[in-house]
């Protein structure tokens, strides 16, 4: 079940990734001129002001981390079932749905066309083939699994992440209805929890898939049927539905729902890291190894994931988040979740998949590094110079000083310097990380003609060059030609 397929050719999922990454990079650089805006007054104001700069930099984001979840989903159920997904028509239909849809999302927030709420400001139209495509999704994984019997527990929270999502996603438009518009305690509750909701089900996503991804590099199949796996899945589970609490201390409701959601608050995050931590501790000098790349993601993401839930838990007490709700603590919090944890476990995977079948990836070996080092000291300094932001915002809204907004801000432009150059050796950083895997996938790509056969003259294994060089080889079925061609 665990074996690798043998196919060679780039795959639908892998160009979920591709398109992933991309959009990684186009929200950072959205990100660089939001944060320049912040600092240069007026900075493209005329042209990218920044009502449309914080929705291309926040949608850009979301999809990067719903491609690439996606993309990663898949490509793992074809590794676990060992064959094809039950239909690569419906994959490629999904996949031109959600570029389609992107490239209408981008172009609306760039026109000035907006209409809808936080994560998606978009007009609510354009929800409608998110959700097309995204049935599409779960009908080709449900088919491809077939049977939920004696699952391991990814396949579980896969399935939890591609259901729930579609319904809650369904649910984050619920204010286009009278009912919700009409009371506004009502319409905030349903948009917090579903948003809330929405982010649990693609942790699951993504933490399904990093359990998978330790489960292959260990070569131990216990993990995904231990006690400690299906805990961090319930336990998301409730954390899907009750976690999002939090974010409405501020709001008359129910007593309980705000008492539930102090006692769950990252809970899971507690468990995901105790999980990486053992894992770690399990594997030999061998297989550290032989999954190199990966290993350095998924052990930076145990870092974040113990300083983001040490914030997280702090945001959660009712009397610390009333003074820091609505500031850039709040920023930091996401920030420290969507890259430190998130992209983190993302870019193990990305280079998991896209780069398994490449051992030319040992050639950018000190870029990588290099690149994974900006990017971690980059973030440090990022989420501390917006934490110090938020601290002395809340001191200004909480506090007795009679000093303007204007002013205050002002007072901030130091940590506002700090964030920006630090969100420039960011996308540095990431530029060198996602560079070799844009340039593997495109020599992946440029190893196959049009007729399906293989460019030899195009194709490297191990570094050697063939001795032979004739124009085209039929490849065969299950991709032993290539295996047989003769290497220096």
Known sequence: MMERLKANKVSNPEQFLMVGLILLLLGMLFGIIGSLQYVLPGFLK??????????????SVVFWILMAAMGSVLSYTKTFTGKELFSTRLLRIQLWIFIGTILLILGSYLDGTFGGREYWEFPPLLSLPIIMGWAIFAINYLKSIQSLRNQPVYVWMWMTGVVGFLFIFVESNLWLLPYFQQDIIRDMTVQWKSYGSL???????????AIFLMEKISGDQTYGQSKMAFALYFLGLFNLFFNWSHHIYTLPINVNIKHIGYLVSMTELLILGRMIYKWKGSLTEAQRFKHLIPFQFLWAADIWILLNLILAILMSVPAINIYTHGTHVTVAHVMGTTIGINTMLLMAMCFDILARDHHNILRFKRQITSGHLVVNGSLFVFLVALVGAGIQRSRWQMGNELISFSEMMGNLVPYFV??????????????????????????????????????????RLDGHKLKKKPLNKPVAADGDTIKQLKLD
């Open 199 to 209: 982010v649990g089900c693609w942790n699951m996503l993504i933490y399904g898939s």
């Open 418 to 459: 700090t964030f920006a150059i630090a969100g420039l050796f960011l996308f540095a950083g990431f530029s060198l990380l996602i560079y070799p895997l844009l340039r593997l996938f495109m020599m992946k790509g440029s190893t196959y003609l049009s007729n399906g056969t293989v460019n030899t003259n195009k194709l």
């Open 46 to 59: 005329s042209h990218l002001s920044f009502e449309k700069i914080r929705p291309l930099h926040v949608s």
